[in-house]
């Protein structure tokens, strides 16, 4: 599976970040390659989050997260067009004066017509960019 991890600190507090993350379906408003998040059978801190998202093409799967707040979002695949598997998390720490460290960690393996170095190259390169997303966010909530 390909897979990357990066971290940013953000200039908000854990709760804010958190906040920001677990807001599922308003993704859209500020992730581009976000048309459409829809949400599903939340038991507690536990729901199936449902992408649609353009990545070259329109791409659908459901993502089952896992809330631990306000420290960590990790997920496990449910299922997916042209995806095998997908896990990750997100774990935030306190980085003193208010702001928070954000370490998103993730794992994609997409199906067999996909190259492994396309899967590579889309991680790397839209990783940076949606992280800046969440922080400009979560800065300005």
């Known amino acids: 599976m390909a897979g990357a991890s990066k ?13 920001t993350i677990s807001d599922y379906e308003r993704y859209p408003e500020f992730l581009s390659e976000c048309k459409e998040v829809k949400t599903s059978g939340r038991n507690g801190h536990q729901v199936d989050v449902h992408y649609k998202i353009e990545v070259v093409k329109t791409i659908r799967y459901t993502l089952r997260m896992h809330e631990q707040p306000p420290n960590k979002v990790a997920w496990t695949f449910v299922e997916g067009e042209f995806m095998k598997d997908n896990q990750g998390s997100w774990v935030l720490e306190d980085a003193g004066g208010g702001k928070t460290k954000a ?39």
Do not use: Q, W
Not at 7 to 13: C, E, G, K, L, M
Not at 105 to 129: Q, R, Y
């Open 7 to 19: 971290s940013i600190v953000i200039d908000a507090p854990l709760d804010k970040v958190f906040a």
């Open 103 to 141: 370490t998103y960690t993730v794992e994609m393996k997409l199906g067999p017509l996909v190259p492994s170095s396309i899967v590579k190259a889309l991680v790397e390169t839209s990783l940076p960019k949606m992280l800046e997303s969440f922080k400009k966010r979560a800065e300005g909530r």
